[in-house]
């Protein structure tokens, strides 16, 4: 009997990858159209919340409309804002600026993604879903017409040889009418689906954000519960899209985080050391010292927009939430049009029973009116900081009516060579607060894999990276990653070989996004591998 013919086969209605709040939302509202429909959530993380990570401010509505008696049982991280502030930093100051109509946040909630997502699991479960956390879906299924039927989980107990180990089992095949893709931000199995059936065909190319965050715990009195806070410049140069984000809670912490745009030009940049240089200015280091850091982490943010939102329907499946690129980059937030995506990929299989009509169903909704309106602020700093800002304001006051859609570039074709970019002077300076170094920063997110395991970065051609990429960019993943997984070391014959510590990866995908050779390529690991985020 052949291997594939011993695997598992569990048959589901729909199989859901993914446990945010997309896809969980999605298991959540089929079940309260017809609990008869079987379902089951596939979470890679080794608990529900344990890869949640966000800013996160919360727009209530979506979630209202779905659990309406949610805030009863809230998360334990749940501060309502009470005031915006908008900031421009210079390297020594700090300007305030009018803050724009879509990051007004009278109404929202500061909360922990990682702590709402086990509660919406406990929902799904009480409802009759079956969730299953520490379980990766590796690959997708295809029926003899070629439409998705499920996914495979990952094998288990893999040695870094590719051979079984003493501890091996073969991941069950997960068969469902119809698969949801809710894998949050450059999914892997979204992204072999994308390719496959050209769903990003017509589009704008897809661009996205690095983003950063700690909690901190400080001395006691120097929070304002409530203050949400949003800077622009420093450290950033005026050609970088990004900045950074300051949310204070109760009980003398703060979610501190900062966010770059994977389009930046310069090869030499190091985003980690941007968000360390933006924790010394002289507005923010005073609130920070004498604290530490409980937590942190990173992930990549889809930013992209309408016109770079694939097609959310193929035979047998659907893309919802940041799988599909729903989040909203200038309100900054995402968790709300996760829940809506979630929620009307649910009413839509139970209305129509296939994922057909899904993309112009979103696309006419109030989630995707949402993001048509705000389409043209994000690809409009592509031209520098103060034109982006002139764009959007302009769009702004034209409600998102101007006649014309810009576009997105790839955002690994962005960056330009070693020999045709003089890196700018930034302003930098010493710094004393933690964490020392990437390295240090990984501890705070309590990754684990197994150190046997087989490496989940491939690299197609790994002599690219001690011949081609060093001597035209100077081995870029060395300095975009935020863990320090790519190292260039000595081969031992007076050379370089690429050195991967695939053990402190947190699956920000940044690799995946920004090579500019895109042979860079992340798979899951084993499940229930990977970073386990305490309260962010």
């Not at 995908?509 to 962010?536: F, R």
């Amino acid at each position: 009997m052949s291997e594939e013919l011993q695997r598992d086969v569990m048959e589901y209605d729909i199989a859901i990858v993914g446990g945010g709040p997309a896809g969980l939302s999605c298991a959540i509202r089929l079940k309260q159209i017809n609990p008869d429909f079987s379902i089951c959530v596939l979470e890679k993380g080794s608990a529900l919340g344990a890869h949640s990570l966000s800013g996160a401010v919360l727009e209530p509505g979506p979630l209202d409309a779905l659990l309406p008696q949610w805030r009863s049982n809230s998360p334990a991280t749940f501060v309502p804002a009470t005031r915006d502030e908008f900031l421009f930093l210079t390297r020594t100051g700090r300007r305030k600026l009018p803050t724009p109509p879509q990051m007004h946040n009278r109404g929202n909630f500061i909360i922990s993604l990682g702590q709402l997502t086990p509660i919406l699991g406990a929902e799904a479960e009480r409802l009759g879903v079956d969730v299953f956390a520490g379980f990766a879906a590796a690959e997708a299924l295809f029926d003899e017409a070629g439409a998705v039927k499920g996914v495979r989980i990952g094998d288990m107990g893999v040695e870094k040889n590719g051979e079984p180990g003493a501890n091996f089992a073969l991941g069950p095949e997960i068969h469902a009418k119809t698969t949801v893709l809710a894998e949050g931000c450059r999914g892997s199995i979204s992204k072999q689906l994308i390719q496959r059936f050209k769903l990003d065909a017509g589009k704008s190319p897809q661009t996205y954000g690095l983003g950063y965050k700690e909690l901190w715990q400080l001395p006691k009195g120097r929070t304002e519960p409530g203050l949400i806070q949003h800077t622009l410049g420093w450290p950033l140069d005026s050609k970088t899209y990004g900045g950074s984000y300051l949310y204070h809670l109760n009980d003398d912490r703060v979610y501190l985080g900062f966010v770059v745009g994977l389009d930046y030009e310069d090869p030499r940049f190091k985003p980690f050391e941007a968000f360390q240089q933006y924790k010394h200015h002289p507005a923010i280091k005073p609130l920070l010292e004498g604290g530490e850091i409980v937590s942190g982490g990173a992930r990549t943010v889809i930013e992209g927009g309408y016109q770079s939102m694939p097609t959310l329907e193929m035979p047998g499946a659907l893309l919802a939430g940041d799988a599909g690129g729903t989040l909203n980059t200038p309100k900054i937030k995402g968790i709300h049009q996760a829940i809506r995506s979630g929620t009307l990929a649910a009413e839509h299989l139970a209305a129509v029973g296939t994922s057909k009509g899904f993309d112009r169903r979103w696309r006419e909704s109030a989630g995707g009116r949402e993001l048509y309106k705000v389409r043209n602020i994000r690809p409009g700093f592509r031209r520098g900081l103060w034109l982006g800002l002139a764009n959007a304001g302009l769009e702004t006051v034209t409600a998102g009516k101007l006649p014309w859609t810009l576009s997105n570039h790839a955002d690994h074709s962005a960056l330009k060579r070693l020999d045709e970019y003089a890196s700018p002077d930034r302003g930098w300076g010493e710094r004393d607060l933690p964490p020392r170094d990437r390295l240090a920063s990984v501890f705070f997110a309590s990754t684990t894999h197994e150190e046997n395991q087989p490496v989940h970065l491939r690299v197609a051609d790994t002599t690219i990276c001690a011949t081609r990429c060093a001597q035209e960019f100077g081995n870029p993943c060395t300095n975009f990653c935020p863990a320090n997984v790519y190292e260039m070391v000595d081969d031992g014959n007076g050379g370089k070989r690429l050195q991967i510590n695939a053990a402190n990866c947190v699956h920000c995908k940044a690799c995946d996004i920004k090579d500019p050779y895109q042979i860079i390529t992340w798979v899951t690991p084993e499940g229930g591998s990977g970073p386990n985020y305490q309260g962010l």
